[in-house]
């Protein structure tokens, strides 16, 4: 039996997108920025096809990035919540996730997930490009993620 098989293309200039930016940690926060925007243009997209929201912390996240949905194909969630000494970090973290969570569960456009959840400024930075030989640019990864998941949701719509 035949059957369909659909990917996104990540290469798809035609495609708007929403940016969300928490300022608390923007020492982590603009590394993880600058990541998705050179992904995004690398890919071909232009400058004014590329919005960039910024709120004031994590907690804020999935409010702006619905706000932002209905104008755009799809949202990057940039943040950085660091552990500290009291169960703030716990209460954040689940905020945001499930907040995005209920983003992609109730709407058509993909929303991703681009928030470190570390329990050091070492972790955080390795996973913001900043350390030699880290985890790389999450922000990068969140950028082709989205695009990935426009593309796949063009083509789901075709259907």
């Keep these: 039996m035949e059957h369909q098989v659909l990917k996104g293309n990540v290469d798809d200039p035609d495609s708007k ?3 969300v930016v928490a300022k608390w940690n923007s020492f982590i926060t603009e590394e993880l920025l600058d990541g998705a925007l050179e992904v995004l243009k690398q890919r071909g997209l232009p400058g004014d096809q590329i919005v960039v929201v910024y709120c004031p912390g994590a907690y804020e996240i999935p409010f702006a990035a619905g706000q932002l949905l209905p104008k755009v194909d799809g949202v990057i ?5 660091i552990r500290g000494d009291t169960p703030h970090f716990h209460y954040v973290c689940d905020a945001v996730n499930k907040g995005v969570t209920e983003l992609n569960i109730q709407g058509n456009k993909p929303v991703v997930f681009g928030v470190l959840t570390t329990d050091n400024v070492q972790q955080a930075q390795e996973r913001a490009g900043l350390v030699e030989g880290g985890k790389g640019n999450k922000g990068a990864e969140a950028a082709l993620a989205l695009l990935e998941m426009i593309g796949l949701n063009k083509r789901i719509e075709q259907l």
């Excluded at 969630?77 to 919540?81: D, Q």
Aim: charged share 0%; proline share 0%; net charge neutral.
């Design 17 to 19: 997108v929403g940016i």
């Design 77 to 81: 969630t940039l943040g950085a919540v």
